[in-house]
Structures are given as structure tokens and as C-alpha cells.
């Protein structure tokens, strides 16, 4: 009888991830614009995250865009009926302005 540790402990028991739901941290900032925006429109929309799909699905495409998720289809995340917005950079908008 074993009284420091919960018996699961001695079978020799490794904790694994889940298939979903969870993915690495963005620790150095690779989509962190995209995020702000989403967070942004869904602080100023309350229950309606409606407005926020367009975005929502541009920071899941950087995400993959940067190997910190498994790439997949837009219809499993279910925003395949979404059209890809156009952003620019502002790098590409001093462009633009210079012209």
C-alpha cells in the first residue's frame, strides 16, 4: 500500500495533448497584430462575433502560415464560406502613399 502518491503514478502514466483544441503559445509574436484585431472586434461587437470571422480566420491562417497549428481546411473550422480579406502591411501602404 503506497501512501505519497496516487497509484496512478506507479503504473508509469504519461499525460498526452489533445488531437484539438490546443496549440503552442505564439511566444515570439508571429501573429500577434492579427490577434489584437480579432481580440479588438470581439471586445467592441460583446456576444456578436459575427463582424469577426474575416479576422478570426486571418489569424488561424497566420497561425498556420507560421507552423504553430496543424494546418486544416476551412470547413472543419468552419469558416469556409469566408472570403480571404486583403490586408496590407505598412510597409505596403507608405508604398502607396509615396505614389
Do not use: I
Not at 488531437?19 to 515570439?28: N, V
Not at 472586434?41 to 502560415?65: A, D, F, H, I
Request: one cysteine or more; glycine letters at 8%.
Amino acid at each position: 500500500m503506497s501512501f505519497g502518491r496516487p497509484p496512478s503514478m506507479n503504473m508509469g502514466f504519461s499525460p498526452a495533448p489533445p488531437d484539438r483544441g490546443s496549440f503552442p503559445l505564439d511566444h515570439y509574436g508571429e501573429c500577434k497584430d492579427q490577434m489584437m484585431q480579432y481580440m479588438t472586434c470581439l471586445r467592441q461587437n460583446g456576444s456578436t462575433s459575427t463582424p469577426c470571422r474575416v479576422l478570426s480566420k486571418e489569424y488561424l491562417n497566420c497561425r498556420m502560415n507560421h507552423g504553430l497549428m496543424e494546418r486544416d481546411e476551412w470547413k472543419n473550422l468552419g469558416l469556409s464560406n469566408l472570403q480571404q480579406a486583403e490586408t496590407s502591411t505598412p510597409a505596403q501602404e507608405s508604398d502607396v502613399k509615396k505614389s
